[in-house]
């Protein structure tokens, strides 16, 4: 389910995508300003993803029901800290196609707990990267900038851990609202989303450049205190 | 003490005897002060005062202050005992000796003294002296448990044993029939525990085991009685009974090698060599299968095994090892494994073996004939496992492309980094290896291992600029001070040898181990200090005195071995390249081009501005230790090296002297090592001393006759001799004689074929040919060769040696470890077989100087 979300962050979103710069005023919770300065634009980025994506949502549950319990038991989360963030940077490098300023893993690291390795017996195989963002009137939201995991290592359901991780964190710190962004044509990764409580909130436009399409859907999914399901 | 003072301060001396002891240094101070003012000559009192200002760090006030004191008040005990804690806390021990000396000449019975003294006694092996102490002390104070047991061991070290069992029975002799107390059963069964060994040791088994008998309720370490008891019937010839001992011991712990093999031992199943007949491997077979059933969870269980086991029934119980290795992801399972490769055929079996499971896993992702689904790392631990099996095998390209694969598979384990920076080494790439090392030291940034590794590689690559860089960007850790020292140790070699010598990467190698290795001994010394009183007082004797012979072996240990080999070669090479003076090594600097000179230039000012900074560093840390020191917590900051550079150690005046002395410790703990007589030829070859070399050609042909270094220094000798020039005096013409007499037995024995060609003995080859011979035309064509069967060899810059430069980018954007086009398969090691082909160009040399 490698990029199975969404390809977040991809480079090159017009900077008039980027939320209202109201975090400025946020020292207290240490919340990074907007999103990244536009970068480089990759051409083909998300097609190689795209197939890297495959086999997102279905496969996944019917996987980890047939092999039960026990792949979930060799799973285990870590922090992301500047000891061991080589292994996002070796992650990303395998699952996309789309190299990662400075910043990310900064917000990644800075993000503490929502930010999270998952390792299947002793072996780094996937990870959640997340930034937390202040809204207008100080609400606190979670933006989830990646999420993969290994080929070879897919449909043990380990994604689900990693998203399930992020959404009890979530809940835990009264955050109600998370979102991300996915390629329209990623249908696998949209209808995994969908199953965990995504929304499609919005459409934009010549998000991506250089690839078709290049229309993004941000997902969103908004969360009471209620746990969350499975 | 502090006698001939009046009652007042007579009292305030002892308030600073007190403080002292309970490192209230300021209020000892304090007091001696104040008797100074009255008595600004009072002998005792300056010495204390001197004592109290050791311990805070002001040395030199300190043996000023207690010299003081000494003359003035000669006939003290309290002086001299004063300036012997002096000497010993510098680890001046001979002196420390001599001053107690005195101190007990003038007060014959102080315990104190004694106990001191036979503290250095032991440390210094002085055992006859320790001896007396010991008896001395004894004789004082007999109520004590310590004295006797003192005494004891004292008469033990001094290879008396029967002497030691002896006053242990005294001792004994004067307990009440209910002891030990409650709180002293561990002590007494310790020392029960000791004497038994005692007898074991001096071979009375009999009355060893009516020992353990009749004490055995008494003995509270059931695991060390038991393992005794085993022993000493197995050395009665007791098999039954031993063996059903080692058996339950078993039971206790099934991984304990030596167990199982004490058990083999009991059924005569056991050969020093491995080597077993046809029937003795059907009984090891059976007992083996009889304990697996026992210990299922053994992992010794399912290996011992292989080591006897042979073709089908090996192939059969290596597929059963390995399996479960494979599916938890055991990183070191090739290290398990690898000793099998020196048996005959394992190697096949085994290769036959990974590449049946691998192709079943990629199938039909289970193990062959399993109905199991196999983990998705499973796959990736098969393919480490037989990168490293080719790499075992020298088979470098395939050993590569495997790990690449792996890599691909998962990225994220460090270990596939680690490997594949060791194929690049055996293959001889060294720049590349270090890149490989350095990437996997950067995924975990908290792990020794790997920055040790690192830097090891680095070292070999000559790079000790990026070492220092590692060394900056990890945090200081212990391993990385030492090696940061032997960095700067190594870069000042690489400027005095700023033209690259041979061993040039040996060299540094070897001379980091050895200072690692020098501080390594001091602290270990330091160390065993502290264990003297300690071990007697708590009563671990056995451990005690085996750390005792620990410490009096350690010449022989393998890293001395490595470290002594390591500053011969560094002698060796300053005899060759005698250290330039400044105006000279600024001719050498001129001689590069400047970019480079500019570079060394900024490299000197790095490491000066470091050293400096590391001093100041240093400084700041005692004072700040000194400050605390209140708290009497300080440990004993070390000195600072004042040669953190080594270049008094370089400027030596004759290093073939000092080489020899080191030569002579290998000589006498290690003579059974190739390497020992190797350094002994290169070095009497440079004294000219012939009869020595030769001698050590002998031993080298003696223990390995095909070995290519023995064949070397062979083939350099006769060289040598051969230009020798014609005998003058009589001692020369006696030289001449005793040669050829020896001659034809030499010539038969060498010259077999070499059965497998390593880089280093190619790299070695080509040396010889070119400067030894001095033949050009001949060390040329065999570098071609060697190049095509070393493609990755920067030395004999093969055609991949280039591509494979492997430059890490940390950015990533494009990770090279997946971007190698696949490279046509190397061929299979019987083609390396021909270069054997080309080894006639050297026999015919060599035969050529015999002649």
Known sequence: ?230 | MGSSLPPKEANLFKVIVKSYETKQYKKGLKAADSILKKFPEHGETLSMKGLTLNCMDRKSEAYELVRRGLKNDLKSHVCWHVYGLLYRSDREYREAIKCYRNALRIDPDNIEILRDLSLLQAQMRDLSGFVETRQQLLSLKPNHRMNWIGFAVAHHLNSNSSKAIEVLEAYEGTLEDDYPPDNERYEHSEMLLYKISLFEECGMLDRALEEMQKKESKIVDKLSFKEQMASVLFKLGRFDESESIYRSLLFMNPDNYKYFIAVQKCLGLYSDNGQYSADDVERLSALYNSLKEKYAWSSAVKRIPLDFLEGDKFQEAADIYVRPLLTKGVPSLFSDLSPLYEHPGKANILEQLFLKIEDSIRTSGCFPGSPQKEPPSTLLWTMFLISQHYDRRGQYEIALNKIDEAISHTPTVIDLYSVKGKILQHAGNFAAAAALADEARSMDLADRYLNSECVMQMLQADQGEKVMCVGVNVNSNAEFNSMKGMVGLAEKTAVLFTKDGDQHNNLHDMQCMWYELASGESYFRQDQFDFHSYCLRKMTLRAYVSMLKFQDRLHAHEYFHKAAAGAIRCYMKLHDSPSKSSTEENDEMSKLPPAQRKKLRQKQKKAEARAKREAEEKQEDETASSNSSKSGKKQNARPVDLDPHGEKLVQIEDPLAEATKYLKLLQNNSSSSLETHILSFELNMRKQKVLLAFQAVKQLIKLDENNPDSHRCLIKFFHKINSLPTPGTDSEKLICNVLEAERPDIRDNVLGLVNEWQIQDCIDVHKLLETVFGDQDVANRWKARCAEYFPYSTYFEGIKSAIAAYIVDHSLDNSPENGIAPNPQLKSEGEIGTLNGTVHIVDDLSSLSIR
Do not use: W
């Open chain 1, 1 to 230: 389910l490698a990029g199975r979300p969404t390809t977040p962050e991809r480079e090159g979103q017009p900077e008039a995508e980027t939320p209202p710069p109201c975090s400025r005023r946020t020292q207290p919770l240490k919340l990074r300003r907007g999103r990244e300065r536009p970068g480089r634009r990759r051409t083909g980025a998300v097609r190689e993803g795209g197939s890297a994506r495959m086999g997102a949502g279905e496969g996944e549950v019917s996987a980890s029901k047939a092999k039960g319990g026990g792949a979930v038991e060799r799973t285990s989360l870590d922090g992301v800290r500047d000891k061991n963030v080589m292994q996002l940077k070796k992650l990303n490098t395998a699952l996309f196609p789309v190299r990662y300023n400075d910043k990310y893993y900064q917000d990644a690291i800075a993000s503490k707990d929502f930010s999270k390795l998952a390792y299947y017996s002793d072996i780094c195989v996937g990870a959640i990267a997340c930034r937390l963002e202040k809204k207008e009137g100080g609400a606190v939201r979670v933006y989830i900038m990646t999420l993969g995991v290994l080929a070879p290592y897919r449909g043990l359901g380990i994604g689900t851990k990693l998203l399930n991780h992020v959404f009890d964190l979530s809940a835990k710190q009264n955050i109600s609202e998370l979102y991300l962004h996915v390629q329209t044509n990623n249908d696998d990764a949209i209808a995994f989303y969908k199953k965990f409580g995504f929304e499609i909130t919005q459409t934009i436009h010549n998000y991506y450049m250089n690839i078709t399409p290049p229309d993004c859907y941000v997902l969103t999914k908004f969360i009471g205190q209620a746990a969350t399901k499975k």
